[in-house]
């Protein structure tokens, strides 16, 4: 069956980086988009990064522009968030999340998740 599980999460301080993976397994990468997304106590679930099924086509939220970076490796079936400058309001639990070919922001349009990996930003 399909499973995702998100792994790399951590505390780090503001301006370090971690590294999320996504490990897939039940389900062909290349027929599936992958998008990270996160969610602060207190607030919505909010769409981080994407990539489509195709892997050429990635999609970043504004505030994560340039400081993440979304990619993957289809023959280890893995999915990577790198994220760099980490700031203190980029604290959450962090989610892989899939459903077929194309990203969308909308999370309520993802089949599948992973159980979450916390990410704290904090000195």
């Known amino acids: 069956q399909v499973q995702l599980v998100e792994s790399g999460g951590g505390l780090v301080q503001p301006g370090g980086s971690l590294r999320l993976s996504c490990a897939a397994s039940?389900?062909?990468?290349?027929?599936?988009?992958i998008g990270w997304f996160r969610q602060a106590p207190g607030k919505e679930r909010e769409g981080v990064a994407c990539i489509s099924a195709s892997g050429g086509t990635t999609y970043y939220q504004d505030s994560v522009k340039g400081r993440f970076t979304i990619s993957r490796d289809i023959a280890k079936k893995m999915v990577y968030l790198q994220m760099n400058s980490l700031l203190p309001e980029d604290t959450a639990g962090y989610y892989c999340a899939t459903r077929r070919y194309f990203c969308t922001y909308s999370s309520n349009q993802f089949d599948f998740w992973g159980q979450g990996t916390q990410v704290t930003v904090s000195s």
């Open positions: 039940g389900f062909a990468l290349d027929w599936y988009a």
